[in-house]
């Protein structure tokens, strides 16, 4: 064993560690802050093990899309919301907790038993690219570019869904309007007005 070989094994050790641990947090910690840190964790380690593997396109997709839009996203969901609920304890929790237990190590055993029985010695008969995002570039606009441009389309239609979803919304300080009434407009909402109302 080499000294890089040596290096990338104790990365790679780390890195699962790393892993195993944040998912473990996830699910064990009662606070939900603490489980979506943990779950950034999670992100930022599977992002590394990516690296080690030569996809650079993937592990910085992956620390931009998952640890910096959407575990963020979570976390602004659960601070902005700020439910304060006092939950009452579930009668016969226990079962509930054993099942997901069974179902867990289930997982988890079905997971080893596929790990061991693969055959892991791959000869790739084709070079690697020097460049992944040089190969996914030709790729996109190539071979895939239909549904290239058919997904942005997609997300443009859902960035003005959302524009319009949020522009439309109660007017503070208007009542509610009573169906019924005669001349309401029945299932309108008010504009936002344009200047700042005092």
Not at 72 to 85: P, S
Not at 109 to 138: I, Q
Not at 146 to 153: G, K, N, Q, R
Request: proline share 5%.
């Amino acid at each position: 064993m080499t000294i890089a070989e040596g290096v990338q094994l104790i990365t790679v050790i780390i890195l699962a560690a790393l892993v195993l641990t944040g998912a473990l947090g996830v699910v064990l910690f009662e606070n939900i802050v603490y489980s979506a840190f943990t779950l950034g964790a999670v992100f930022v380690g599977i992002a590394g093990i990516y690296l080690l593997q030569n996809a650079d396109f993937v592990s910085a997709a992956q620390v931009l899309i998952y640890v910096g839009a959407i575990n963020v996203l979570i976390l602004f969901a659960i601070m902005l919301v700020n439910k304060r609920e006092d939950f009452q304890p579930l009668p016969r929790r226990w079962i509930r907790k054993g099942g997901t237990a069974l179902v867990c190590v289930g997982l988890f055993v079905l997971l080893s038993v596929m790990l061991v029985r693969t055959d892991w010695n791959v000869n790739p008969t084709v070079a690697p690219p020097e460049s992944t995002l040089e190969a996914l570039g030709l790729h996109f606009f190539s071979d895939y570019l239909l549904p290239f441009e058919l997904a942005s389309i997609l997300l443009l239609m859902a960035l003005i869904g959302a524009v319009v979803l949020a522009r439309r919304e109660y007017v503070v300080g208007v009542e509610d309007v009573v169906v019924g009434e005669q001349n309401a407009p029945i299932l309108e909402l008010p504009e936002r007005p344009k200047e700042p109302v005092s």
